[in-house]
Every structure is written in C-alpha cells, then in structure tokens.
C-alpha cells in the first residue's frame, strides 16, 4: 500500500458519511427493540452486552492502574473479568461501576460520533477495542464471541456499502443504547427475589458502604439518561 492509499484511507476513516433518511432511523431503533424485548432473541443478543460488560470493567481496570489477567464469557451471557491490584480504593471502585455502564455510555459515545457523521470511524474503533479485547479472553468460547462480532464490525466497514455501513451502525448503537437498560432491570428483579448476592452493586457496597440499592439507582440513572440522550442524537432532535 502506497502513500496515496494509505491517504485515501485515512481520509476515509476520518471523514463524514451522510446519515440515513430519518425513518430508516426508527427502522434501525425498531430493529434494536426487537433484539432487546424478545426473551428467545434476547437471550442471543444479550452476548454483544456482555461483551460490553465485561470489556468496560477491563477497559477501566487498566486506565485506573490495575494488572488486568483475563476476561471470561459464558455461553448462558454471563462473565468474568479478574484484575489484580489494590482491593479497595477509587480504581477497584471505578472497575466494578464500569460494567453495568459501559454498555450504554459506549452507545451514548457512538451517538454522538454518528451525530457527526463519524460512521466509517466508529466501525473501525469497534472493530479496534474488540481486537484488544480478543488478546485478553481466557476461555474459547469468549474468543469464538469476540471473533465473531469483531468479524462483524470488520466486514462491514471493510466491504459494505456506505449505505449499509450507516444503517449497521445505527442499529448496532441503538442495540446498545436499549441492551443496556434491560440487564439492570434483570439485576434488580434478581435481587429482590434473593439471588445475585456478589453482584456488582452488591459488590460496590461493601467497597463504599454505600447501599446497594444507591447502585442500582446510579445504573439505572446511566442507562435511561444515555438512552434519551444517544435517541435524541440518533433521530437529530
């Protein structure tokens, strides 16, 4: 690859691409729904949120200074990140608020760059964090899950049209957005009920001495705020 292609390139990632008319918008976000709503499409779906999960608390385990030593994804949606460092304090505090979060700040982050028209970018920074990820699961299954979405991601801002591009990324966006309301409903259902006892609000508890319930609260709070915030991006209003 010459100079010039590798301008084209680069000119390609950073530049704008138009965005899709505003009802196929809503058919995107409609799309979304339906992979969120469903319990049978939800329990595939679910998988891309895990990923999520369990990459926000890897992400923000090593910006705050801790020895990240693998992630785990489980074929019934649910993981495991193990970092090493400090077992109290604000980066063992930041790492377990970042997974019930980071499914929605990540879509909140992907509106706003197709707000901008960043479409080819924000394919190619996903495709880029999966690859990451990919170095750190510690059990197939998980690698089978990153590969897959990671080839997902690739092939579309690699070969798709730009019109299949766009139409991709917001529906991918909108999944995030919407996916990452439902599994803090999920947590809260199964803590009245008795089960979750070493979940991450729980978790954030002990840690704070902050009740639980305040977690739960704060998760809430992130996910349906990043949802009318990223929506709004998302349908220009």
Request: glycine share 12%.
């Amino acid at each position: 690859m010459d100079r010039t292609d590798l301008g084209n390139l680069w000119d390609r990632v950073l530049g704008t691409q138009p965005a899709p008319e505003q009802w196929l918008v809503v058919v995107t976000g409609t799309l979304a729904l339906i992979a969120v709503v469903p319990n049978p499409l939800w329990r595939l779906s679910r998988n891309t949120i895990t990923i999520a999960h369990e990459g926000g608390h890897g992400l923000v385990a090593l910006l705050s200074g801790r020895q990240l030593s693998g992630i785990r994804l489980h074929s019934d949606t649910s993981g495991l990140t193990v970092s090493r460092g400090k077992p109290t304090g604000i980066g063992m505090i930041l790492t377990a608020a970042a997974g019930y979060t980071a499914p929605s700040l990540l879509g909140l982050g992907g509106a706003w760059l197709l707000a901008a028209g960043r479409i080819t970018l924000l394919l190619w920074l996903a495709t880029a964090l999966l690859a990451v990820m990919l170095v750190m699961i510690r059990n197939l299954y998980g690698a089978l899950s990153v590969i897959f979405t990671g080839s997902a991601f690739l092939l579309v801002s690699w070969l798709a049209s730009p019109a299949v591009q766009s139409l991709f990324a917001y529906t991918v966006v909108w999944f995030l957005l919407l996916g990452g309301v439902r599994p803090v409903f999920e947590l809260q259902s199964k803590r009245r009920h008795g089960g979750a006892p070493d979940s991450d609000a729980d978790q954030l508890s002990r840690l704070t001495d902050v009740p639980a319930v305040l977690w739960l609260f704060l998760f809430h709070a992130v996910s349906l705020c990043s949802l009318i915030g990223g929506g709004r991006w998302l349908l220009g209003v």
